[in-house]
């Protein structure tokens, strides 16, 4: 059985205390809990054992940190995102059309989780670049130029945003800094900037006026309460496994803020 350590209570624990935790776990390299401890946001652990997963509740609870184990099969799954492209802000509903033009309403009530915040993303990079190479001309070799493409990996920070709806039946999501976006924000009118954390905080902050059932991940929630976009994430694991626990707390009647 494979389980997750799901956070109990709407504040994280800090690093130190999920430090320690990891080093209790049997099994658990050093390495090991660093990679994992990067990525612990509400679903503090998963694909542990059962020993291991109460090995790790036991030693948060020490340090006064509230968890459940679960079986990774109860957690919610996040279906395919759709795109956002164009929204219109209603009284009714979240207007929402595609590049076809073609709309449909997303009621206000529906909504249960807003999440948005600045997270590392791995990105592929695709150049055509001109290399030099032995090319074999019967019993001879000869050097020539040839132009291949080729792929290097980078990690650069990205603003993203989901919206989903009650039981994750329908997950909408948007790509703040990227060319497409500046579609989305035509809702925002004059207040539209060039700036993708600016106008995802505008953005926010209008969802929130009309959400009232929504809940908020850490990024969206000092986007709403403060206009402040500066909370980080270290990885996009770490962004959807925030989006996964709430999802869980909200299913199990701990709906936090």
Same mark, same amino acid.
């Given at each position: ?53 109460? @090995?790790?509740?036991? @030693? &948060?609870? @020490? ?27 209603? *009284? ?7 590049? &076809? ?6 009621? =206000? ?8 915040? #600045? ?13 030099? #190479? ?24 990205? =603003? &993203? ?14 790509? @703040?800094?990227? *060319? ?11 207040? #539209? ?6 106008? &995802? ?43 996964? =626990?709430?999802? =869980? ?9």
């Amino acid at each position: 059985m494979s389980c997750a350590v799901m956070q109990t209570d709407p504040d994280p624990p800090s690093a130190d205390q999920i430090k320690n935790a990891f080093a209790q776990v049997p099994e658990l390299t050093a390495m090991d809990a660093a990679i994992l401890g990067r990525n612990a946001f509400g679903v503090l652990a998963k694909g542990f054992d059962l020993a291991q997963a109460s @090995a790790m509740q036991a @030693a &948060l609870a @020490a340090q006064g940190v509230g968890t459940e184990v679960v079986e990774e099969a109860a957690l919610t799954e996040l279906p395919a995102p759709r795109q956002l492209t164009k929204v219109e802000f209603t *009284p009714e509903a979240l207007r929402i059309e595609d590049l &076809l033009g073609r709309s449909f309403p997303l009621e =206000w009530n529906n909504i249960s989780v807003i999440a948005a915040g #600045r997270a590392r993303l791995v990105d592929f990079k695709t150049e055509m670049v001109e290399r030099l #190479r032995a090319v074999s001309e019967g019993r001879h070799f000869t050097m020539k130029l040839v132009t291949q493409a080729e792929t290097t990996e980078e990690q650069n920070d990205h =603003w &993203l945003l989901e919206i989903i709806t009650g039981g994750a039946a329908l997950r909408c999501r948007a790509m @703040a800094d990227q *060319p497409e976006a500046m579609l989305l924000f035509q809702c925002l009118g004059e207040r #539209r900037g060039r700036d993708p954390a600016g106008n &995802l905080t505008l953005f926010v902050q209008e969802l929130a006026k009309f959400a009232p059932a929504a809940v908020f991940n850490h990024g969206a929630f000092f986007m709403r309460e403060n206009g402040d976009a500066s909370f980080s994430y270290p990885s996009q694991t770490a962004f959807y496994r925030e989006i996964t =626990w709430l999802l =869980w707390m909200v299913s199990s009647g701990r709906v936090p803020r």
